[in-house]
Each structure stands twice: as C-alpha cells, then as structure tokens.
C-alpha cells in the first residue's frame, strides 16, 4: 500500500446515485409531472476504490454508460459522491473546487473550454493570469509544447474557427498549460483522424514523462491505451471489473489468439453468421474495416480446427495469427460482464426500482 | 511539483481579469464589423422608438396621478440607466439555460475562480452602453427641464440610488435565470422578469394597491427607478422605505447570488 500523500487520487467505496422523476405520457402526464415523487434511482458509480500514485496514466475504461463521466465529475468537484470517500491531492474535491481546480487540468472530448471567439493565445494569456503562472514556466512550457507539436498556426486561430481535432489539441495544450498534478481526459481521441490521435498521444507521452503529471484517461479506443497506459481501470454498471497492469491482463488471457481473416464477400454479413457458426469464439471486424477477427481460446478448441471449419463454407484470401489484442481482451472482458449481468438482473428485475 | 499553498485571489484579481477578458472579447466582436455595425444601429433604433412611444403617451397629459411630463421623463431616464449594468455584465444570464440543459456548464468548474464571476465574465454586451448614453441623456434633460438645483448631495444621492436600482434589477434577473437548475421551462421564468422592468418606469402610484404591494415587497422593481427618484422629485415626502432601499438592494443582490449559487452546488450535468 502507498502512502496517502504519495497518492494523487484516494477513492474508498465511492457511489453516485442520480434520482431521475419517472415521467409519464401525454399532457396529462406533464402535468401530473409537476407534483410527481415518483422518482427512480439509477445508480452511476457503485462502490469504485481506486488508488492512483502520482506521476501514473491509468486507462479508465468501460463501455458506454459505465459511469467513467461520473467518475471524474466526482474526481474534479463537479458532482458530490452519494457515498463514500474521496481524496484528490489531499483534499476533498466538492467541498474545495476552487483549491482543487487549482491542481488539476480537464479536457471533456467535444466540449471546449476555451473562449470561444478568441485567438488560442489570448486564451493562454488568460488562463496564464487566472492560474498565476510565473512568466518564466509559461514561457518554457510553450517552448516545450513547441518542440512537441506544431503550435504556432494554432495560436492566432480564434478557437471557433478551429478543426475539431485542432480545438482538442488547443484543449489539451490548455489543460496542462498551469503544469497541474493531475490531467483528467475523457474521451480526449474522440472524432479525430489517425494522424491527430497520434500527435496527441505524443503530446500526452511527452507531458507525463517530463512533468511527471498523472493522467486518468477515459476512452473506447485501444490505440489510445495500447500507446499510453500500464495500468487499466474496467468499470461496467458503475461497478469494479478489473483494476491491474495491462500486461497482467494480457497473460492472464495467454491462451487466446486472434485470428485475423479477409475473406470474400461482405464483412458485415459474415460478422453475423461467423457469431451464429462459432459460438465459442467471440467474432468482430477491426477499426480500419480491412480484417475479420475471431478470438480463439486455445484451452477451449485449438486455432487450426476452427480455420477449418471456416474454410468450409467461406474463401479466405489472407490470414494473419496474433496474440490477444487490447482491443479483443477488453472485448472480452465487457462480453462476459454482460452474460453475468443478463443472468443476474433477469432474477433482480422486480427489486431494482426503489420509491 | 505543484506548490501546496493556495494563491490568494482577491478583488483586484477579479477586477483584472475581467478587464482582460472583456478588452478581447470587445476586440474580437469589432473584428467582425458588419455585425458590429448593424447591432449599433439596432441599438440606437430601439431606444427611439422607446423614447417615442413614451412620448407619444405622456405629451398629451399635464400629469398622471400628480407626476407631471418632466417628472415622467426623469423616471424613464433614471430607469435606463439603472437597467445597463444588467445589460452589460449580466447577459450571459440569457444563455444560462442552454448551457445547463445540453450539460455545457459543466466546464465553469473547472477555474479556480468563482464559478459566477467565471460565467457572467464571459459575456459583456456593448449595446448597453448605448442605453446608458440615451439614459444620461433624458435624465440630464429631464433635470434641468424641472429647474431642481444641482447640488453635490443631490448627485451623490442620485449616484447612489442608480447603484440601488441596478442591483435590484441585476438580483431580479440572476434569481429569474436560476431557476433554470431546478425547471425545465425557466425561460418564461426569466423572460416575465425581463417584461417587469418595463412597469419599472412607472410611478408605483398609478397602479392599485395589490401591485402596489406586489412590486414593492415580492417582485421589487418598485425600487428601480420610482423610490429612488423620490430623492430628487419630491425631497418633501420621502418614504422610510427609500432610505432603505440601498439595503434592501444588497439584500436582493446577496440572496439572488446565493440562490444562483445553490443551483450550481445541486447542478448534476446531464448523461453525456
Ligand atoms: N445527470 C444525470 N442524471 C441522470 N442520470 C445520469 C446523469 N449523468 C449520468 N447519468 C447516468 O449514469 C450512468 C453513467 O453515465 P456516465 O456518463 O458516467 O457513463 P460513461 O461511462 O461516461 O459512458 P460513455 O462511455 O457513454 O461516455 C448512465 O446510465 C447515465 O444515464
Ligand atoms: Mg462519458
């Protein structure tokens, strides 16, 4: 166990619940609406206890409607936990947002930030004053975002004249500007073109090695993990899945393959019949839509038997075995938490709703 | 590392950033010039129009219950003027509700700055400026049509008293727009609240004694122009209640901050 004060973020047994009014149809509904105590809990974050050293980047991922967003309102003082503790560089963070924000930079994909109708570097000269940073650091860390990317075109664009990804790149360059202890970034890849994801993954490399910032990163692609982080965080239904080293997973996934298929015909057609086919394996088509992947636990059925039988009814025009990707293990992972949660809340679907 | 102790950001801070981020914000608006000339013109063109449709009611009458033209026009000068600073510094007030809805708002707390200050800074509207300007003007006229003298008491007073009205104005509004956190239809809300100010230049005595009530202790825009016009209207027959109205001012302006305050503790964001 670490020391707490060697810990950039403490959470112990946090939950967020959010009452949502259970609305009804029609006008009369509306109105009936208005008196309404009907509501329903959903709870978003169920009992997370993460410990998250300094100077660490820690994927935190799980599927859509996980509760990672809730998280990390919660970590930067946005949202008050429902239960539980939570210590981020020290202190609470609902009651000291002020102190907090002080400490921690925060980029939500898609939702800039900056002021929109001004130049990039008047927003610098801005944040420079509001966060106090000493002229000298503000100088050197420009020089330094200099040597990592081209940022001088950006600087004199008003950011609502900015790309999509040249806005999240000022975003982020803003972000780590007051040289924080902690950046949050969720969903910082979202919607961008290869070459601009990688350029921010250098950008994000680049920063945590040399100010030693932690990073808590909240993301669905794997090229983001697989180039940033050692440590992953699941979380699915708001509650803990898995919270290890990256290659620990791997291993522990050692006797899966990928095997990678380009077969005739259409890929999504095939996607769903191969699922049908070989139920043991769990069948998908990767990012760049070239490969069809089957996942092969060897323990199971060896890879060569279910070559065959693929090769039976389809034409295969190039193969390619890998080692279990990221993108599959994590697959994997939230494949088999749903199974789980199908039979579970099939039994527990009566109890849920409380008053 | 980052150091531990927190830097200490008093007023001249707030003063200086506002400073910054409004010169850029003026600076960037100029740039698009078309916009910036037909808003210029749209500006002076409502305020005509106002000043005429008053004029074309009031000329005709020598005086509605006791006020007479000039005391009329005073009222309507004073109420320009008290209505700027709301107009200025507070219209970010009008996007509250779409920035709370789409889940936007989020991002105000993440400064390390007052999450008010943050958010009302961000917008400054330059039209204002020209009310005020037509107000000093009327009012300028209206004072030396009365022949009331002009004396260093009567204009710290008047100093005053515009500061009374326009917190009470600005409390109004902050109050209307808050309720954007708890309701989903807070803009008629904020819109009826917009619509009082226009009974703001009104003497109170014009209209019965339940709006009478009404706009002097629940909504009260009775305190924007017509009691603290009293002071140099009617010197003789000043109500306790104006004396108190600088009070009551603040009093309106710390409770509406504390309500929008409220709505930003309890704010949850939206699912995405
Ligand atoms: N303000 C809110 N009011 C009600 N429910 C909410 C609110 N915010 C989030 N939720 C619910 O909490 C759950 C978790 O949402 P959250 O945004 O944290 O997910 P996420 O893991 O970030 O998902 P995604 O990957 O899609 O961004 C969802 O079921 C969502 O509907
Ligand atoms: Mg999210």
Redo the contacts between chains.
């Keep these: 166990m670490k020391e707490n004060n060697e810990c950039a973020i403490v959470m112990k047994g946090i939950s967020k619940e959010f009452k949502v009014l259970n609305r009804r149809e029609g006008l009369k509904g509306s109105l009936l609406d208005l008196f309404s105590r009907d509501y329903k809990t959903v709870t978003a974050v169920d009992d997370i206890s993460i410990e998250i050293p300094r100077g660490q980047i820690v994927g935190y991922l799980g599927p859509n409607g996980a509760g990672k967003s809730t998280t990390i309102k919660m970590m930067t003082g946005v949202l008050e936990p429902t239960r539980g503790e939570l210590l981020v560089n020290g202190a609470v963070p609902y009651k000291n947002r002020a102190k907090n924000a002080e400490k921690i930079g925060v980029v939500f994909g898609q939702r800039s930030q900056l002021w929109w109708a001004l130049p990039l570097t008047e927003s610098f000269n801005i944040l420079k004053d509001i966060y106090m940073i000493p002229d000298q650091e503000y100088k050197d860390m420009l020089e330094f975002y200099q040597s990592l990317v081209d940022i001088e075109p950006l600087l004199h664009k008003p950011v609502r004249q900015m790309s999509l990804g040249q806005r999240t790149l000022s975003d982020i360059l803003a972000a780590f500007l007051h040289n924080p202890g902690i950046v949050f970034l969720d969903e910082p890849t979202i919607g961008l073109d290869v070459s601009m994801k990688s350029k921010i993954r250098t950008l994000i490399h680049a920063l945590n090695q040399e100010k030693g910032t932690t990073v808590i990163l909240t993301t669905h692609d794997m090229g983001d993990v697989d180039a940033l982080c050692r440590r992953i965080v699941i979380i699915d239904h708001g509650k803990m899945l898995y919270d290890n080293d990256i290659e620990h997973l791997r291993r522990f996934f050692g006797s899966y393959r990928t095997l990678k298929l380009r077969l005739s015909g259409d890929k999504k057609a095939q996607l769903e019949k191969l699922t049908a086919e070989i139920p043991e394996c769990s069948v998908g088509i990767t990012e760049d839509e070239e490969w069809i992947t089957v996942l092969v636990d060897e323990e199971k059925r060896k890879v060569m038997d279910v070559l065959s039988q693929i090769q039976n009814s389809y034409t295969v025009r190039d193969m390619q075995l890998e080692e279990i990707s990221t993108e599959d293990v994590i697959r994997k992972i939230y494949e088999d938490a749903d199974r789980e949660n199908g039979a579970a809340s099939e039994e527990t679907e009566e109890g849920s709703e409380s008053k | ?2 150091n531990s102790i ?2 200490k950001r008093g007023l001249g801070f707030y003063l ?2 506002y400073r ?2 409004v010169i ?2 003026i600076k ?2 100029m740039s698009y010039r078309s916009d910036f000339i037909i808003s210029t013109v749209g500006m002076i063109a409502t305020n005509v129009t106002g000043f005429i449709s008053f004029w074309i009611l009031f000329r005709n009458f020598p005086s509605i219950s006791g006020w007479g033209y000039y005391e009329m026009l005073f009222l309507y000068g004073f109420s320009l003027i008290s209505l700027t600073p709301v107009q200025c510094l507070f219209d970010n007030n009008w996007s509250l509700r779409q920035n709370v809805f789409s ?2 708002f ?2 105000y ?6 999450i008010f200050f943050y958010y009302q800074s ?1 917008i400054f509207d330059v039209k204002g400026l020209g009310q005020l300007a037509f107000g000093i003007g009327t009012l300028v006229y209206a004072w030396a049509k009365l022949g009331i003298p002009v004396t260093v008491l009567a204009v710290v007073e008047l100093v005053v008293f515009l500061i009374t009205a326009s917190l009470i104005m600005i409390a109004l509004q902050n109050a209307a727009a808050a309720t954007c956190f708890w309701i989903n239809n807070s803009f008629y809300v904020l819109d009826l609240a917009y619509k009082f100010r226009d009974y703001a230049k009104y003497p109170i005595t014009i209209f019965g004694p339940v709006f009478k009530f009404v706009f002097t202790f629940l909504i009260p825009i009775a305190f924007i122009a017509y009691y603290p016009s009293l002071v140099i209207l009617r010197p003789d027959e000043i109500p306790v209640l104006t004396w108190l109205s600088p009070v009551i001012g603040l009093i309106f302006f710390g409770l509406s901050y504390k309500f929008w305050m409220l709505g930003v503790r309890k ?3 939206t ?2």
Excluded: A, C
């Design positions: 590392m980052t927190s830097k200086h950033i910054m981020i850029q914000d960037s608006k889940g936007d989020i991002k707390y993440f400064r390390p700055i007052n961000e704010y949850n964001g699912g995405s």
